[in-house]
């Protein structure tokens, strides 16, 4: 073995052996915090609100992806993964076209380009949910596919309550990439619906809960952007998976049939 694989090697292993002391010492004090809420009366409320936010935004997440990065393959299997590692709601619409013919159609098609997630876009839309104020450029989650962060993002608010939404996702592929069967497309999204705001079962994060039946967005999505008429044309791959119930990063139930349709956007003119 070379130098160089040797010097690699240790620092893997010296790198995965702080994310899991980090993760043990979490734990630790999360468990510390747990047991002083019971001795020190009223504030123990504050302890315990402590203990839950180390466990949700810093144990939980490093549990899982310590046995994320050992369970879960590294290669296409049609779902998207969490942040954490999880996996994340299942891949149910690809796209042909670039990227000014998907922002031409979908803004025909009455959906909003997403915010990005950032300091003062997370705050808003807290502030929205709380207060019940429309946001109709909310920032959604981050979700991964082929190890990245999603490349757009779309979505319609229902009547002016940030907490329920459509939305769907989209990620460029790889150049010469192929679907399993060897089909081209230019993008894979991933298309849910928000039904409420809650904690997830995973991570007890506060995050949004949607609809279990994911195939309702994914027509939902498809028929919008056909009802567009400027000039999309859509293919309906059936059986491209076998119809499953499953769960998303935050614990909600999904179920799909398996079929993928292909919107093919080529044909559209360019605002490029």
Same mark, same amino acid.
């Given at each position: 073995?070379? &130098? +160089?694989?040797?010097?690699?090697?240790? #620092? @893997? @292993?010296?790198? *995965?052996?702080?994310?899991?002391?980090? %993760?043990?010492? +979490? &734990?630790? $004090?999360?468990?510390?915090l747990f047991t002083e %809420?019971?001795? @020190?009366g009223w504030a123990g409320t504050v302890y315990l609100v402590a203990f839950w936010a180390l466990l949700a935004y810093f144990v939980l997440p490093r549990v899982h992806r310590i046995f994320a990065a050992i369970y879960l393959p590294g290669y296409f299997i049609? !779902? #998207?993964?969490?942040?954490?590692? &999880? $996996?994340?709601?299942p891949v149910n619409v690809a796209v042909l076209g670039e990227q000014s013919q998907i922002e031409t159609v979908m803004a025909a098609a009455g959906w909003t380009r997403a915010d990005p997630v950032d300091l003062w876009s997370s705050m808003r839309i807290v502030a929205s949910v709380i207060m019940r104020r429309s946001y109709p450029t909310a920032p959604v989650s981050p979700l991964f596919l082929f190890g990245r962060l999603q490349d757009l993002a779309f979505q319609q608010? @229902? +009547?002016?309550?940030? %907490?329920? !939404?459509?939305?769907i996702r989209l990620w460029r592929t790889p150049d010469g990439w192929l679907l399993p069967g060897g089909t081209r497309v230019d993008w894979l999204g991933a298309a849910t619906f928000d039904r %409420?705001?809650?904690?997830?079962?995973?991570? &007890? *994060?506060?995050?949004?809960k949607i609809d279990a039946d994911i195939d309702v967005e994914r027509d939902y999505v498809t028929a919008s952007v056909m009802d567009a008429d400027i000039g999309a044309e859509l293919e309906v791959m059936t059986d491209f998976a076998t119809g499953y119930h499953a769960r998303n990063g935050g614990g909600d139930s999904v179920r799909t049939d398996g079929s993928l349709p292909v919107i093919d956007l080529r044909k559209i003119h360019r605002d490029d």
């Open positions: 073995m070379s &130098l +160089a694989r040797y010097r690699i090697s240790l #620092t @893997v @292993v010296l790198d *995965q052996f702080f994310f899991i002391f980090a %993760a043990g010492a +979490a &734990l630790w $004090l999360a468990w510390l %809420a019971f001795d @020190v049609g !779902r #998207t993964r969490t942040s954490d590692g &999880l $996996l994340g709601d608010e @229902v +009547a002016g309550n940030p %907490a329920k !939404r459509h939305h %409420a705001v809650g904690f997830s079962l995973f991570t &007890l *994060q506060i995050t949004h």
